[in-house]
C-alpha cells in the first residue's frame, strides 16, 4: 500500500482543513432548532464522497435526518465493505465549560497528545473517526490500490436512537448488501496499546415523571401535608441500588451473561492504572458494584444512572415552593442476554409499582439498543489486528466496550453480515462532555490504518 501511504503523507494538511470545516457545522440531532445545520452537514458529507472519488453518491431522505449514502463497486469478485458512521454530534451543552467555542475547532497540545488534538464537539464522535474513512478510501482510489468494493452509509440520527436507520436498511437491503459493515466509533486503549472492540453493552433509555399536586404550592402553606415529588423521585431512585451498588430491581439481572473467572482474568490483564484513572478524573476513589474491577464495571456489567434530574425552582435566589413535577432521564446499559425491550417494561413495571398512592408516575420510553460480542475468529477481525499490527507495529488486544451502538445487533439481523469495531479514540477524549476532543496522531493513524484493513481483508477472502 505505499502509493496510498505517499498520497495520505502528501495530503495530511488537506485532510486536517476539510475535518476542520466538518467540525464548524453544529450539527445536533436531538434540538430542531439545528435541523438547517444537520441538513447542511448531510450535505458536506456527500459533497466529500464526490471528491474522494465514490459513486451514486446520494441523501435519502427520512422521518428525521437524512442517510448519506455513496459506493465504489470495482470488481464484482472482490469483498465488499460496508462503512458505517453518522455526522450528527451531541448538544455541546453546557457550553460554559468549554475552554473554546464547541463548533470553532482549535488544536492544543496535551499530555495524552503532546502532538496536539482537535477541540470541538464531534471531532472524536464521530465526525472524525467517520472522516478518516472517507479520506483512507479517497487516498486507495486515487493510489489505484483500492483491494475492495467499498459502500458508505453514513447517518444523522445516531445521537438520538437511530429511529429511521432499520427501516432504510429493510428498504435498501439490496442496495447495502456487504460481506462486513466497518465502523469507527470506539476507541483505543491507548496511542501505544492499540485494541479492537469485541463487545458493547446495549441500552435502555426511559424518562420518568412525578406528579403530586395539580400546581406548584406554597412550600410554608403545604409542605409537610402534601407529597413533593422531587423528594419521592429521589427516595424511589436511590431505593433502585442497595449498599453494594447492585440493582434492586426484580428480574433484572435474570438473564445477564456471567463470564468465567478465566475470561475476567484475561480481559484484566489489559493495561491499566487505576491511579491514573483516578487522576485523570479527580476523584478520590472509584465506585460501582461490589466484587467487580473497574474494567469489568465499565464494560461486562450492566448499569443504571440517573442522566439528569428537574423540577421546581432552579433559578437565581429562592422561591419557597413546592413543586407539581419532578422528572428525570435514565440510562440502563445492558449486556449479552439481557434486551432492551424487556428491560425497559422490567423497569416501568417496578418504577410504578413502588410509587406511594401520593404521586402518579410515567415511564416514557426513548430508545434502546442491543448488546453485541463479536467473535475474533473470523476473516474480518483477523483483517482488523493485522492492520493495526502493520501501522502500531503492536498485536491489537481485544476489549469490550462500555458504550452502546444499537445498530451493530440490527446489521447483523437485517443484512446478515458480522461488524468489525475499529476505533482510533482514546477513553479520556471527553465525548459527549465539554472540550471533546480527537488527537491528530488517532486521525492521522486511522486514515493509515484503514487501507490495510481492505488490503488484508481482500487476501483472506480469496
Known sequence: MQKTQDFINGNKDKFLNELLDLLKIPSVSADPAYAGDVRKTAEFVADSLNAAGADKVEIFETKGHPIVYGEKMID?????VLVYGHYDVQPPDPVEL????????????????????????GACDDKGQMFMHVKAFEAMYQSGELTCNVKFMIEGEEEVGSDNLGLF??????????????????????????????????????????????????????????ANPINILSKMIASMMDENNH???????????DLSDAEREAMNKAPFSLDAYKKALNVDDVHGEKGYTTLERASIRPTLDVNGIWGGYIGEGAKTVLPSKAYAKISMRLVPNQTSDEITEIFKNHFESIAPDSVKVEVRP?????????PTNTPEYQAAAKAMMDTFGKEPIPQRGGGSIPIVALFEDVLGVKTVMMGFGLDSDDIHSPNEHYGLFNYYKGIETIPHFYKHYADLKK
Open 76 to 80: 464484482s469478485s472482490f469483498p465488499t
Open 366 to 374: 426513548h430508545h434502546g439498543g442491543e448488546p453485541v460480542v463479536i
Open 247 to 257: 440493582i434492586t430491581i426484580p428480574g433484572f439481572y435474570d438473564k445477564v451473561a
Open 98 to 121: 468549554w475552554d473554546s467555542p464547541p463548533f470553532e475547532p482549535v488544536i492544543k497540545k496535551t499530555e495524552l497528545h503532546p502532538e496536539g488534538a482537535i477541540f470541538a464537539r
Open 169 to 226: 436498511c429493510e428498504e435498501k437491503k439490496d442496495m447495502l448488501a456487504c460481506d462486513v459493515v466497518l465502523i469507527s466509533d470506539t476507541s483505543i486503549i491507548s496511542n501505544d496499546t492499540p485494541s479492537i472492540s469485541v463487545g458493547l453493552r446495549g441500552l435502555s433509555y426511559v424518562e420518568v415523571e412525578v406528579t403530586g399536586p395539580n400546581k406548584d404550592l406554597h412550600s410554608g402553606v403545604y409542605g409537610g401535608a402534601v
